[in-house]
């Protein structure tokens, strides 16, 4: 077995293109839905937990304690459109467009076409009740970030079934 196979780390799929973490640390495509974590413009101790569902585009956008965003209220507030533009730099237009299910017709993928296309069918608020789920992974996702690469297993993934005997 190789080193890579023993490790505890395991390679990150590069972004498409290179994007700064600092508007928005968390983005990803997960349970049906594009999600992440947005910082506030205006206070550096907040953040918003966004997303919009995949083919319906319900959105949500909440602090990370729950209070509605304000700009949410009857469209994508410009918390969700930062997430659309990040993840379209993570995943790429085409990834991103296919797992919301949007159909761009003629038009190029890019963020701007994603969120009109996706805005021209007056999407519904959504239940901002994954937001809980959404900044927990936020927070696991940071701790992660933090530990040293070992070989050594990780009690916390213990869990995980072996896929094969270590020799």
Avoid at 131 to 140: G, H, N, T, Y
Avoid at 141 to 164: D, I, N, V
Wanted: hydrophobic fraction near 40%; aromatic fraction near 8%; glycine fraction near 8%.
């Amino acid at each position: 077995m190789s080193d890579v196979e023993r490790s505890s780390t395991t390679r990150v799929i590069p972004p498409a293109r290179p994007r700064k973490l600092a508007k928005v640390p968390f983005v990803e495509l997960a349970d049906g839905r594009l999600q992440g974590v947005v910082s506030s413009g205006s206070d550096i101790e907040r953040v918003y937990v966004s997303s919009v569902a995949a083919g319906t585009y319900a959105y949500a956008c909440s602090t990370n304690n729950n209070r509605p965003c304000g700009g949410a209220r009857g469209g994508f507030c410009n918390h969700i459109g930062a997430l659309i533009n990040e993840s379209v730099l993570q995943y790429g237009a085409e990834r991103v467009a296919r797992y919301l299910r949007v159909d761009l017709g003629e038009s190029e993928a890019g963020a701007q076409a994603i969120r009109l296309t996706m805005s021209t069918t007056r999407p519904s608020p959504a239940d901002s009740k994954a937001a809980a789920s959404v900044f927990s992974r936020f927070l696991r996702h940071l701790a992660y970030l933090e530990l040293a690469s070992t070989t050594a297993p990780l009690p916390e993934m213990q869990w995980f079934p072996p896929t094969r005997a270590v020799a």
